[in-house]
């Protein structure tokens, strides 16, 4: 069973300005175009721990088949399902009535069920790949609602960057693991079928912001 996910639209935002991070890294001598690098790697570099998306962002799922519970990668929180279509027996694509599943916001990650006396729709037999598409969007809606540990881990991270331009600064490891402290409240890593990802795999996968899983490797 074949899945894959990628960011569609990502966060206008980041969790701390400009002005937080300049007051952090107090000895930061670069212009502010290299304090906002630091910033969106800092940011991403959180997700990536905590396996979330922090601020308004739309991902797309591509999967091959119906199961009763579809996890939504990354999904914690969730705003809103956009979108979820397949592919008929006939071969047009179709949008599916929201009525069909439920959304289980309080599971890590979110996840969509079927709903109680429905059944998935057929899927076009001789398609296999991409058959359904579920577009969706997650994030808390503003900096504020950011969690002050999650954004003080970004502080860090930041100071670590600065701290470690060149990669040769002895004490930079130690500001590094100061902020990975702060992310602790990783969401688990599961495919959209529920099966857990090996944390090496993912990794990789995660640094090019494209997933791609197949349950039979």
């Known amino acids: 069973m074949g899945a894959s996910w990628q960011l569609v639209t990502g966060p206008v ?3 701390i300005t400009l002005a937080e991070a300049k007051a952090h890294a107090r000895l930061y001598q670069g212009d502010d175009s290299t304090l906002r690098r630091y910033m969106l790697a800092a940011r991403e570099t959180a997700e990536e721990t905590l396996n979330r998306g922090l601020l308004t962002q739309t991902w797309q799922l591509v999967i091959d088949y119906w199961a009763p519970v579809i996890y939504l990668p990354r999904a914690a929180p969730l705003q809103s399902v956009t979108s979820v279509k397949y592919y008929d027996a006939a071969g047009t694509q179709q949008t599916l009535s929201s009525a069909i599943y439920t959304v289980d916001t309080v599971s890590r990650p979110v996840r969509i069920t079927l709903a109680p006396n429905q059944t998935w729709p057929v899927l076009q037999s001789m398609r296999f790949s ?3 598409e579920i577009v969706y969007v997650i994030g808390w ?3 504020a609602a950011v969690p002050e540990r999650i954004k003080q881990g970004i502080r860090m991270y930041l100071a670590y960057l600065e701290l470690d331009r060149d990669g040769l600064e002895v004490k930079s490891e130690q500001a590094r693991q ?3 402290a702060c992310w602790d409240d990783r969401v688990p890593t599961l495919d959209p079928y529920g099966q857990a990802i090996p944390q090496d795999a993912y990794s990789v996968a995660a640094s090019l ?3 791609q899983w197949d349950a039979y490797l």
């Open 13 to 15: 935002l980041e969790p």
């Open 130 to 132: 991409g058959r359904i």
């Open 141 to 143: 809606a503003t900096a």
């Open 178 to 180: 100061a902020a990975a």
């Open 209 to 211: 912001r494209f997933h």
